[in-house]
């Protein structure tokens, strides 16, 4: 089956900045998730989405960072302004979810440089 | 703060021998753990999971071990090769976060 798939691979922009992340989940997985990893750390859960309702946001820093799943399928993920502080590899992963949060399948990721 | 956590951040192994991850976590609600690995510039890739009602469990050279009692987690692989070369991460699934990670280096 085809497996989690993350765009763009790689952006670079200036702080200050928009930038935008799409996923695409695994096909029926009804549960949905973003994670920023920065260097040499663990991934860190920025939100969960149940089809396309949002389980826990609690560590997204809404200031900045919003993210959407409006058919409960594909997801975006926004940073507006971007900070210095936000370069990192943001991981989209997918699960089944049911009938509790089950083993997710990551994307490679894409690699933010905020420069 | 971080439910999951890991005694170790780097262990370095002889081709051959055997590894042991180690891995605490705080919530005793969860009922449901993962390990992953992930290598450079790749996504966590799912390697072994274990469900409460276990003690432990078998795969393909790893072994997870699960002591409620003190909410302990371990990861162990047998006859490590350098392909295991990777950073593992413990999860668990009432919040899905992560620790720090271990990377394993492997040694020829």
Request: proline letters at 4%; one cysteine or more.
């Amino acid at each position: 089956e085809a497996g989690v798939a993350q765009s763009p691979r790689y952006k670079i922009i200036e702080k200050r900045q928009s930038v935008a992340f799409w996923c695409n989940p695994i096909s029926g997985h009804a549960t949905l998730y973003w994670y920023q990893q920065i260097l040499g750390q663990g991934p860190k859960l920025l939100i969960q989405f149940q089809n396309n309702g949002v389980v826990d946001d609690s560590q997204l820093p809404k200031d900045r960072f919003s993210a959407e799943r409006l058919k409960g399928v594909d997801s975006t993920l926004k940073i507006q302004p971007a900070k210095l502080e936000d370069s990192a590899v943001y991981l989209c992963a997918s699960s089944t979810g049911l009938p509790r949060n089950t083993e997710a399948f990551f994307g490679q990721g894409t690699r933010l440089t905020v420069v | 703060g971080e439910s999951v956590g890991l005694h170790l951040p780097t262990l370095s192994v002889q081709e051959g021998d055997n590894s042991i991850i180690n891995c605490a976590y705080s919530n005793s609600a969860s009922d449901y753990f993962i390990w992953y690995k992930q290598e450079s510039g790749k996504g966590p890739q799912f390697i072994i999971d274990i469900r409460s009602n276990m003690d432990k469990r078998q795969g393909q050279r790893v072994t997870v071990l699960l002591n409620k009692t003190v909410k302990h987690l371990s990861l162990q692989i047998a006859a490590t090769q350098p392909g295991d070369s990777a950073v593992y991460f413990c999860a668990e699934n009432r919040d899905m976060r992560f620790g720090a990670g271990t990377r394993l280096t492997v040694k020829p």
